[in-house]
Every structure is written in structure tokens, then in C-alpha cells.
């Protein structure tokens, strides 16, 4: 069975940080790109990053660039996202996905073949 499980959420204040990490169970992600996603109350699902298989490209939301940074090691089936200077409108459930291999365009959520459940980053102002 495949798991991605995201772990790392939580409450903190403006201008804080938090790193999610995203670990990955049943298969092998070492040659899927992963993506991070958030979704706030009454919104859409957002892409906010992602990583190719290798690590040597990352893309970011133009909302988080420059203070987000999203790394993998597939050593051990993890996927980070570093979250520097937090904001009240970064708060949402933040998503870790991964799988297939090859095709799609890496910014949308219909990509991507597993879900993580979710976890919860709530920044206070």
C-alpha cells in the first residue's frame, strides 16, 4: 500500500518557521517529481512547490518564492519544505504528492497520483 505521510504543522507566529517533511511508504519516488500543495478554507487546492526527481530543479509559487525551499532526499523517500518567514495567509492544510514518473504539468494537482492526508499550518498575526 502506498503512503505518503506528511508530518511538521503547526501554530506559529508571523515571521516564524516550520519544516514539513513528506515520507514516503509502499514504492519508490526517486524518479517522480514530488509537489507541495496547500488548500484554505473555501479555496481551491494551490500549488506552492516542486522538486524534480534528481533535486537539481525546483519551482515555486511566485507567493512563496524566496522564502520557501523544497528539497528531497531518496535515500530515505522524504520530501521537505522549508517555510521561512511565515505569513497569516500561508495558514491552509499543506499536501505532499508524488507519482508517475514522466508527463503532466507539474503545477497541477490532477498530475499527481498519491495523496498525503494533510497537515495542518495555521500562522497567527
Known amino acids: 500500500q502506498v503512503q505518503l505521510v506528511e508530518s511538521g504543522g503547526g501554530l506559529v507566529q508571523a515571521g516564524g518557521s516550520l519544516r514539513l517533511s513528506c515520507a514516503a511508504s509502499?514504492?519508490?519516488?526517486?524518479?517522480?517529481?514530488m509537489g507541495w500543495f496547500r488548500q484554505a478554507p473555501g479555496k481551491e487546492r494551490e500549488f506552492v512547490a516542486v522538486i524534480s526527481w534528481s533535486g537539481g530543479r525546483a519551482d515555486y509559487a511566485d507567493s512563496v518564492k524566496g522564502r520557501f525551499t523544497i528539497s528531497r532526499d531518496n535515500a530515505i523517500n522524504t520530501v521537505y519544505l522549508q517555510m521561512n518567514s511565515l505569513k497569516p495567509e500561508d495558514t491552509a492544510v499543506y499536501y505532499c504528492?508524488?507519482?508517475?514518473?514522466?508527463?503532466?504539468?507539474?503545477?497541477?494537482?490532477?498530475?499527481?497520483?498519491?495523496w498525503g492526508q494533510g497537515t495542518q499550518v495555521t500562522v497567527s498575526s
Open positions: 509502499g514504492r519508490s519516488f526517486t524518479y517522480s517529481p
Open positions: 504528492a508524488g507519482g508517475p514518473t514522466y508527463g503532466g504539468n507539474w503545477y497541477s494537482p490532477s498530475r499527481y497520483e498519491y
